[in-house]
Structure formats: C-alpha cells, structure tokens
C-alpha cells in the first residue's frame, strides 16, 4: 500500500510558475513508477507526465511538453512536477498516482495508487 499526497497548487497568473509535491509513504517507494494527471472540470482525467522508478525516462503531453519537468527524489519519497509558463487551460485539480512497475505509463488505469489532488487555477 502507498499514500500520496499532493501539495503546492495554488492560483497564478498567465505566464507564472508552481511547483507540486507529492509525498510518499508506506510499502517501498520503489520500484514504482510515477504519474501526474489532471482533471477539469466537466472534462475527463487527463495524462500530464510520467518518470521511471529510478529517473530515467520520462515522458509528458503534448500539451505540456518543455514547460512542465517532473522529478523525483527516491529517497526522500517524493515526486515534483515544476510548471512554468502555465495557461489557463492548465487548470485542473492535479493528481499525483504511483503504478507498481519500474517503467512509466501514459495509461491512468495502470496506476493503482493516486493521491487526492491539488487545485492549481491560472488566471488570464
């Protein structure tokens, strides 16, 4: 069993800048890959990024690509997505989710854990 929690969603304006947490704790961070995905309202959930258990591979959305960077700190448990540039079509609540597998997915039905999301608004 893992818990997440997600942290530092807030609001921002166009062009601004957050960075989301997510905490880790249970079983063995590892070897799990992580994911971040987000939800707008009336859309559906929605794939951001992933990374590989051990950093190696990552891979985001089109629509995010070279303005968000995930990272993870095994050792301390925890995962960071860092976006830049954000636009208010980035407004979501955020949801960190962890898949029992070394390798990443774009896939949220792959995940098995996922935290309880953060609101990030991004105002024009």
């Known amino acids: 069993q893992v818990q997440l929690v997600e942290s530092g969603g807030g609001l921002v304006q166009a062009g601004g800048s957050l960075r989301l947490s997510c905490a880790a704790s249970g079983r063995t961070f590892s070897p799990y890959a992580m994911g971040w995905f987000r939800q707008a309202p009336g859309k559906e959930r929605e794939f951001v990024t992933t990374?590989?258990?051990?950093?190696?591979?990552?891979y985001y959305a089109d629509s995010v690509k070279g303005r968000f960077t995930i990272s993870r700190d095994n050792a301390k448990k925890m995962v960071y997505l860092q976006m830049n540039s954000l636009k208010p079509e980035d407004t979501a609540v955020y949801y960190c989710?962890?898949?029992?597998?070394?390798?990443?997915?774009?896939?949220?039905?792959?995940?098995?854990?996922w935290g309880q999301g953060t609101q990030v608004t991004v105002s024009s």
């Open positions: 989710a962890a898949r029992a597998s070394d390798g990443g997915s774009r896939w949220w039905n792959e995940y098995a854990y």
């Open positions: 990374i590989s258990w051990n950093g190696g591979y990552t």
